[in-house]
């Protein structure tokens, strides 16, 4: 039996009231098997993913067949249609998912009151037992906890069909797809193997790129050296050439001019000189084809400090409720004026209620920002307007601060659908312009590509201010934290635990 392919062609697709387009004649062929789609934010990888579902429709470019699919939001608080059908279902095929992912059968009729990460296992288990021809996921493993995570990995290893999936989870795209779909230089580049296959041939062509890009910049160096020595040559020659600085009786030098323009040898440096024009050119057009792709870093310059108050938190012993029927029970604390505090536990333990407290128990008087998992459309209107409508110098001072956390400030407020990695990149540039004292945020590196994360990392490192991070990824709150809160449940007790 043949086995089933996907195929894009020439797809183009431009939002509306957006200067450039997301999409630009992106051709690509997804085979059966996981295939990795890699790119920073905002490069357009949710949009494909949406055309090849049949979510959208291209403005150019055709899509073949149609396949029964299932597509995984981003967003875990969107509620799968097929939810209840599943929480319903006590098959082999339902009861081998819920036991792979630690589903108890009361999770699906409570969903709106679950974690990020507890949604996220219901969208998967829901969108495999519906055991679509093709099935998209969009950062499957965002909200989840490291357990959680490999729970996720193995289930997905069963799927037989087409499978689409947008992550910068290392650990997933290093293990479960068989080939990548990188963007890459403003364009999407199909490679096989896993994403450590794809990065090592994307360094390689990388490495003869820019040893081809300073050749061809010395040779157009040089070309353009020679091009000035032959043009001040002609013109010399042209000089020599003109007879009206002459004596009009100075016959033997009339006829010496007159020999040289006959032999033609006093014409070759004009006759050089123009065709150096053209060697010019190419040249000049071989050192940008071969230009490498511009990289932002994340050095930020705060032009701040931390608050004069020492202590902007301080939070007595008590017990406060974590869900329909548990409670996180927290010691006293205190947060200082320069405190990186790193919150983490399982999904469900508490993390986010324990963030909130915290928040809720400053001085209203003292500025703070709070970066939520997931924004809402009208929260994400907000904010893009409220960039919009600053004033020029707070508008460039922000979006120079999103170009070093790797997004393009060009197109960020363009018009365009500014994807979720984009939209906490504007929220915290935001923060640091306005010097917030404290910077709250729940799981900062959801949605971001992995150059995102290494730049936020440096930025909040350095951040002056004080900070609370909400994070299952241990590499992001070891390099950001200087103390850590974790919370351990048992039993509908949650226990928050400072080191």
């Not at 150019?60 to 939001?73: H, I, K, P, Q």
């Not at 293990?175 to 193997?193: A, H, W």
């Not at 990149?425 to 306005?434: M, S």
Request: aromatic fraction near 6%; include cysteine; proline fraction near 5%.
């Amino acid at each position: 039996m043949a086995q089933k392919t996907l195929t894009l062609s020439r797809i183009s697709y431009t939002y509306p009231q957006s200067a450039h387009p997301a999409l630009c004649n992106v051709s690509a062929t997804f085979i059966q098997g996981w295939t990795a789609v890699i790119g920073n934010n905002g490069c357009g990888k949710t949009t494909l993913a949406r055309i090849a579902c049949g979510l959208q429709k291209p403005d150019e470019g055709s899509v073949s067949t149609r396949l029964s699919f299932a597509y995984c939001e981003q967003d875990p608080r969107i509620e799968p249609t097929l939810l209840y059908d599943f929480a319903c279902d006590f098959a082999p095929e339902a009861m081998r998912l819920r036991d792979a992912l630690e589903i108890d059968d009361d999770l699906p009729w409570r969903f709106d009151a679950l974690s990020g990460g507890e949604q996220k296992k219901l969208q998967i288990a829901v969108a495999l037992w519906s055991n679509p021809e093709l099935l998209v996921l969009d950062e499957p493993t965002n909200h989840v906890d490291a357990a959680c995570r490999e729970c996720i990995l193995e289930a997905l290893r069963t799927f037989s069909g087409i499978g689409i999936v947008i992550s910068h989870d290392r650990r997933l795209i290093d293990s479960l797809p068989k080939q990548c779909l990188c963007f890459e230089n403003g364009r999407f580049v199909m490679r096989p193997g896993t994403y450590s296959n794809a990065f090592e041939q994307r360094e390689r062509e990388l490495l003869c790129s820019q040893r081809a890009n300073e050749k061809a910049k010395k040779t157009a160096a040089a070309l353009q050296r020679e091009y000035i020595r032959r043009a001040e040559e002609a013109s010399k020659t042209a000089k020599r050439r003109s007879a009206r600085m002459l004596d009009k009786h100075d016959s033997d030098g009339r006829a010496k001019r007159k020999l040289a323009i006959y032999t033609g040898q006093d014409g070759k440096a004009g006759a050089l000189a123009s065709t150096m024009d053209a060697r010019l050119e190419r040249a000049r057009a071989e050192v940008a084809r071969t230009r490498t792709e511009k990289r932002y870093d994340g050095f930020i310059a705060f032009d701040m400090q931390p608050h004069p108050r020492k202590t902007l938190i301080r939070a007595d012993e008590e017990s406060i409720p974590c869900g329909p029927a548990a409670t996180l029970h927290v010691p006293q604390l205190y947060v200082g004026n320069t405190d990186h505090i790193g919150i983490s536990g399982k999904n469900g333990s508490g993390k986010s209620t324990l963030a909130r407290h915290l928040i809720g128990r400053m001085d209203p008087d003292i500025s703070a920002l709070f970066v939520p998992q997931e924004y809402t459309s009208d929260e994400a209107q907000r904010l893009v307007c409220r960039v919009r409508d600053e004033s020029p110098e707070t508008k460039g001072r922000i979006l120079a601060i999103v170009a070093r956390l790797n997004s393009d400030p060009d197109r960020i407020l363009e018009g365009g659908r500014t994807s979720p990695g984009e939209l906490r990149k504007l929220a915290i540039a935001c923060g640091i312009v306005d010097h917030a004292a404290l910077i709250a945020a729940d799981e900062p590196t959801n949605h971001l590509d992995i150059h995102s994360i290494e730049a936020l990392e440096q930025a909040l490192a350095e951040f002056p201010g004080a900070l609370i991070a909400v994070s299952h990824d241990e590499h992001f709150l070891e390099t950001v934290c200087t103390r850590r809160l974790h919370i351990t449940r048992t039993n509908g007790i949650a226990t928050c635990m400072l080191s």
